[in-house]
């Protein structure tokens, strides 16, 4: 059931976007991991062809050592070194408090996950010691803005919420400013942090310091032990899509 979902969060990046009929299957699909990542000439990797946005995508042709071949959604074709270019996301099943990584299709690793206080209900607002049913883990399509290696929590990956959905909510919901919406969804254009001292709330992360047994402590994040996060550390990147489920 997942293994189309990559695609949308993929191409949600460029709405614009035409693929066209011969379009592979999402275990072909790629984005790139920085901005400028180059694609070169099929016939010499010192010319450089065209760069990519980050979170661009790109179809894999063939290839998946130093450098790949790669198709852009125009059309154009030229290559690609491999670390510049990721397939990985992540799924966060609140329902099973279990966190799923995957490449394209293919699930290679599951862990349990410790949630927010209120884990069932989705995010509305900013929670407090005097609210602490508002420490709730967001539901929605998110994408890693930030690598923390310094975290009070061992390590973390900062999330964009709110996003470009939390803030049409919080604007119709009187919740923020037409300001703070129009710098949300500026910050989401481009994969940068977005404003976190909103009365949305903010700085939602998936990090370290997770108990392991599916507990529900934190104020929103979602935890997970130590030597997991350590594992995943070069794995996700900043843009790395991040799927929050019920």
Partial sequence: MH??????LILAALPLQVWGQDAPDDSELFYAVRSEAMIYQLSDTTRPYVALKLREPVFRVE????????RTGDGARGLMRTSDVSNVWIRISKKSQTL????????????PADLGYNFFA??????????????????????????????????????????????ERGLRDSLITTQQYRDILAADRVFRMPPMNTPLGGW????????????????????????IIDRLWELVHVGTPVVIEP
Avoid at 63 to 70: E, L, N, Y
Avoid at 207 to 222: I, S
């Fill in 3 to 8: 293994r189309v979902v990559l695609i949308p």
């Fill in 63 to 70: 290839g998946d050592s130093a450098w790949m071949t790669v």
């Fill in 100 to 111: 799923y990584v995957y490449r394209g299709g293919e699930l290679v690793q599951r862990m």
């Fill in 122 to 167: 989705d995010k509305i607002k900013r929670g407090a010691p005097d609210e602490p049913d508002h420490w709730r883990t967001p539901n929605g399509v998110f994408h890693v803005v930030m690598k923390n290696a310094n975290s009070q929590y061992h390590r973390a990956f900062v999330l964009n919420y709110p996003n470009r959905e939390d803030a």
């Fill in 204 to 227: 939602i992360e998936i990090h370290g310091d997770g108990t392991g047994r599916r507990a529900n402590w934190t104020q929103g994040c979602v935890a997970i032990e130590n030597h």
